[in-house]
């Protein structure tokens, strides 16, 4: 009832594989006209394989102008794998440089990435650069 009060209409749950600690898989969401994606990323160390699935699957729930549509992502503790998402799909989508992203989602949230994830996120920033840089 909450994710209806709240206009939630998409979920993204990087949790998908914490069925034992986190019971919200696709299931869970049936029958409430919610779009679901579900990562297994709460056991891999290699975020990054996620980075532009996840990016789309936001994007795509964003890109109408007018759009009402809300993502809810989420993790187990929501402090590190759900953030780190998010900042991929800001640098990909809205093109911010990793710091930038960084300094976005702290102004409204607590985040804590593992520093491996950060090392992901330097690793996007530079291809994204790179990549930008080509077209000029």
């Given at each position: ?60 729930a ?65 291809e994204l ?8």
């Open positions: 009832m909450k994710m209806k009060e709240l206009g939630i209409t998409h979920i993204l749950n990087a949790a998908e594989d914490s069925s034992e600690t986190v019971n919200t898989g696709a299931r869970y969401y049936r029958g409430m006209n919610i779009t679901y994606c579900g990562l297994p990323t709460t056991h891999s160390s290699n975020i990054s394989q996620y980075f532009l699935s996840a990016a789309e699957f936001i994007h795509k964003k890109k109408k102008v007018f759009s009402t549509d809300k993502v809810f992502i989420h993790c187990t503790e929501g402090v590190s794998y759900a953030p780190t998402l998010f900042l991929a799909y800001l640098m990909i989508h809205h093109y911010m440089t990793v710091e930038d992203a960084i300094d976005h989602l702290t102004e409204v949230r607590y985040i804590k990435p593992d520093i491996d994830f950060l090392k992901q996120l330097e690793i996007l920033n530079e650069v790179h990549k930008n840089n080509s077209w000029i």
